[in-house]
């Protein structure tokens, strides 16, 4: 009884290696989900998630369309492999966008990693039951037979290998480049206002003199490096007349500060602030006016006087850029009455 058990194991063991490139495409794919959850600035997560995205699921969906090796050759089998990895990848990720769970690295990484695993297996019973089993890639084969078609070719044809082999060569550098040194994201900052519940509504906009009221006034900072924000808070009666912003009065209300550091933008999890203040304030004059929140970055907030008009003095600059976009803006229109 032992020495079957042990032939068994033994048989299995020789099978395994005689198929061990689907055997280390299902144990890279095991091995990477705890690499990205646990260790997910380990340079392992690179070098094997680029095979698993880019030549895992075609080598394993060739394996398994062509488990003989008479149906296509091993240079055609790798250049298949890359070519419908790179189809199958993007659809996977359509068929998620289709989906409740979206192009999420969680759904992403399950289907992928699914696909490459089940289609390994399927390939392996293909290959064991086929007269003539394509067996694992061989290196010194492949080279040998590389060589052996570049020494027969024209000089044509070793011109065109030679360009083909350095052009090749030089994209695969180009990709670890890029990978090894990623290209800094967009520069960018959050700025919005919230009603007094946290959300894009029931923002206070009808009020009476010495009402109390509240916004939450949030920023993030997506600039790669420490910023020095201001924010100055205004009280502005304006007119749009032949295209142009006319500022009839700006009040000061309030400013204030705040440092900021970088924070990277999170596409994977769920959206959480970085800062957010809960602004209370009240208005003592009536009227209709817009309240003007204006972002400024590494300079110090103005402080004025509350209430005092400063239409005159040079600030309706400030009004007008916001208008036409060149200041971080945003503005409630306000109805206060006595």
Same mark, same amino acid.
């Given at each position: 009884?032992?020495?079957?058990?042990?032939?068994?194991?033994?048989?299995?063991?020789?099978?395994?290696?005689?198929?061990?490139?689907?055997?280390?495409?299902?144990?890279? =794919?095991? %091995?990477?989900?705890?690499?990205?959850?646990?260790?997910?600035?380990?340079?392992?997560? +690179?070098?094997?998630?680029?095979?698993?995205?880019?030549?895992?699921?075609?080598? $394993?969906?060739?394996?398994?369309?062509?488990?003989?090796?008479?149906?296509?050759?091993?240079?055609?089998? %790798? $250049?298949?492999?890359?070519?419908?990895?790179?189809?199958?990848?993007?659809?996977i990720g359509l068929a998620l966008n289709y989906t409740p769970f979206g192009i999420?690295?969680?759904?992403?990484?399950?289907?992928?990693?699914?696909?490459?695993?089940?289609?390994? %297996?399927? $390939?392996?019973?293909?290959?064991?039951?086929?007269?003539?089993?394509?067996?694992?890639?061989?290196?010194?084969?492949?080279?040998?037979?590389?060589?052996?078609?570049?020494?027969?070719?024209?000089?044509?044809?070793?011109?065109?290998? +030679?360009?083909?082999?350095?052009?090749?060569?030089?994209?695969?550098? $180009?990709?670890?480049?890029?990978?090894?040194?990623?290209?800094?994201?967009?520069?960018?900052?959050?700025?919005?206002?919230?009603?007094?519940?946290?959300?894009?509504?029931?923002?206070?906009?009808?009020?009476?003199?010495?009402?109390?009221? =509240?916004?939450?006034?949030? %920023?993030?900072?997506?600039?790669?490096?420490?910023?020095?924000?201001?924010?100055?808070? !205004?009280?502005?009666?304006?007119?749009?007349?032949?295209? =142009?912003? +006319?500022?009839?009065?700006?009040?000061?209300?309030?400013?204030?500060?705040?440092?900021?550091?970088?924070?990277?933008?999170?596409?994977?999890?769920?959206?959480?602030? @970085? !800062?957010?203040?809960?602004?209370?304030?009240?208005?003592?004059?009536?009227? @209709?006016?817009?309240?003007?929140?204006?972002?400024?970055?590494?300079?110090?907030?103005?402080?004025?006087?509350?209430?005092?008009?400063?239409?005159?003095?040079?600030?309706?600059?400030?009004?007008?850029?916001?208008?036409?976009?060149?200041?971080?803006?945003l503005n409630l229109s306000m109805n206060v009455k006595e």
């Amino acid at each position: 009884m032992i020495n079957i058990r042990a032939e068994v194991s033994r048989r299995m063991r020789d099978e395994l290696r005689r198929h061990w490139d689907l055997v280390t495409i299902v144990v890279l =794919t095991l %091995i990477l989900v705890p690499i990205i959850y646990f260790l997910p600035d380990n340079p392992l997560r +690179i070098v094997i998630g680029l095979p698993f995205i880019l030549f895992f699921p075609g080598y $394993a969906l060739i394996a398994f369309l062509f488990p003989e090796k008479k149906s296509i050759d091993v240079v055609e089998r %790798i $250049a298949l492999s890359f070519g419908l990895s790179i189809a199958v990848t993007p659809l996977i990720g359509l068929a998620l966008n289709y989906t409740p769970f979206g192009i999420r690295l969680d759904p992403i990484l399950a289907c992928i990693g699914a696909f490459n695993m089940i289609f390994s %297996i399927i $390939a392996f019973y293909r290959r064991k039951r086929a007269e003539d089993p394509f067996l694992p890639i061989q290196l010194p084969a492949i080279f040998n037979s590389l060589k052996s078609n570049f020494k027969q070719g024209s000089k044509i044809d070793r011109l065109l290998n +030679i360009i083909l082999i350095v052009s090749i060569a030089a994209s695969l550098i $180009a990709l670890v480049y890029v990978i090894a040194v990623p290209k800094q994201g967009e520069k960018f900052t959050e700025f919005y206002i919230l009603g007094p519940d946290g959300k894009a509504h029931n923002y206070p906009t009808n009020l009476t003199v010495g009402e109390n009221a =509240t916004v939450i006034i949030g %920023i993030a900072n997506h600039e790669y490096r420490e910023v020095d924000y201001a924010v100055e808070i !205004w009280l502005v009666d304006s007119s749009f007349v032949n295209n =142009t912003t +006319i500022v009839n009065h700006m009040y000061f209300f309030d400013s204030f500060s705040v440092r900021l550091a970088h924070t990277p933008v999170n596409l994977e999890g769920n959206w959480t602030p @970085q !800062w957010e203040l809960r602004y209370n304030f009240s208005l003592e004059m009536p009227g @209709q006016y817009k309240m003007w929140f204006l972002l400024f970055k590494d300079q110090m907030p103005f402080e004025g006087v509350r209430y005092q008009d400063y239409v005159n003095s040079g600030m309706a600059s400030k009004i007008v850029d916001a208008v036409e976009g060149k200041i971080l803006s945003l503005n409630l229109s306000m109805n206060v009455k006595e």
